[in-house]
C-alpha cells in the first residue's frame, strides 16, 4: 500500500491534476492539496514559500532552525520523497496559489495507522476556515486510499489553535511528555525531558489520536466513502 504514497509522489506534472485533492464545501471546489513531487522541489517559488512558512511558524515546531532554501530542498527530496511512508500535500487556494503545507508520516500498512504532520498555514486564503477543510479531505482521502483506522497528532501544548482544530475533527489527547529546551548554536529543540525536572515542564509534547469511528461519526455524511460506512455511522 505504501505503493500509493510513491504513486502520488511520482505524479509527472500532465498526470499531476488527477492526484490533487479537490476541497469542497457545499459543493464548490475552495482549493485543493496538490502532492510534492519532483516539480515542486523544482520550483524555486514553492520551495521558498515552505522555507519561509517553516521559519516564520518555526515555534510551533520541536525544532526551530533557520530554515534556508537549500535545505529546504534537500528536506523534501531525502525527507518526503525519498521516505516510503510519507507524504507532503501543497494546500492550494482556489486559484491554485499555495498557502499552506499538511502531509502525513510513519504510515503502517499492517495497522492501518500514521501520523499527521507538517500542519502549516503560511498565507490567508480567502475562506476563514480552509485548514479545517483541507484535514478532513486529507482525512477522508486517508481512510478511503489508504484504509486508516487511527490517526496519530503531536501537537506543542501551548498551540491552542492547531489544538482546538484537532479537537474538532474528533482528536483526543492520549499522552504529554513534559519537554526541556536544548539550544545548540542557532538551534533549538524541544526534547522529552525523562524524569530530569523539577516543577512545572515549561512545554509539553500532546499526542492525541484520531480514530476511523470517531471521525467518520462526525463527518460521514460529508464524505465519501465505500460500502456506505459513512452514513451507516450517522
Ligand atoms: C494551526 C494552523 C494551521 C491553524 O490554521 P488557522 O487558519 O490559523 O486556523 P483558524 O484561525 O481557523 O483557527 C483554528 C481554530 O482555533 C480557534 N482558535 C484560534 N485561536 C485560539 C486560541 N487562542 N485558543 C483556542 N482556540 C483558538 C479558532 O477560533 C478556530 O476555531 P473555529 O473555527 O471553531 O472558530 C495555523 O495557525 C498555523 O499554521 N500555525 C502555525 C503552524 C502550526 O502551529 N502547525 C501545527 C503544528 S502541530
Not at 524555486?44 to 512558512?53: A, T, Y
Not at 497528532?153 to 513534559?178: K, Q
Request: some cysteine; hydrophobic content about 40%; glycine content about 8%.
Amino acid at each position: 500500500m505504501k505503493s500509493i504514497l510513491r504513486e502520488y509522489k511520482q505524479a509527472r506534472s500532465e498526470q499531476i491534476s488527477s492526484y490533487c485533492l479537490p476541497i469542497i464545501v457545499d459543493g464548490k471546489v475552495l482549493g485543493q492539496l496538490k502532492p510534492l513531487t519532483i516539480d515542486s522541489i523544482e520550483n524555486e517559488e514553492v520551495i521558498k514559500s515552505l522555507m519561509e512558512w517553516r521559519l516564520a511558524a518555526g515555534q510551533w515546531f520541536a525544532t526551530q532552525f533557520p530554515a534556508n532554501e537549500e535545505g529546504t530542498r534537500a528536506w523534501a527530496q531525502h525527507q518526503i520523497l525519498e521516505v516510503d511512508d510519507r507524504i507532503l500535500f501543497i494546500l492550494e487556494d482556489e486559484e491554485q496559489t499555495p498557502i499552506g503545507q499538511i502531509g502525513l508520516m510513519h504510515y503502517d500498512e499492517v495497522a492501518h495507522t500514521c501520523e499527521y504532520d507538517n500542519l502549516l498555514r503560511g498565507r490567508k486564503g480567502r475562506y476563514g476556515n480552509i485548514v479545517l477543510h483541507a484535514l478532513l479531505t486529507l482525512g477522508a482521502w486517508s481512510l478511503r486510499e489508504l484504509g486508516l483506522q487511527k490517526g496519530y497528532l503531536n501537537v506543542l501544548s501551548d498551540n491552542a489553535r492547531a489544538i482546538h482544530i484537532y479537537e474538532t475533527l474528533g482528536a483526543v489527547e492520549v499522552e504529554r511528555t513534559p519537554l526541556r529546551k536544548e539550544v545548540v548554536g542557532d538551534v533549538i529543540r524541544w526534547v522529552a525531558a525523562e524524569g530530569q525536572l523539577t516543577g512545572e515542564p515549561e512545554r509539553e509534547m500532546v499526542t492525541m489520536v484520531v480514530t476511523r469511528a470517531a471521525f467518520v461519526s462526525r463527518f460521514g455524511q460529508m464524505i465519501e466513502l465505500e460500502n456506505g460506512e459513512g452514513k451507516s455511522w450517522t
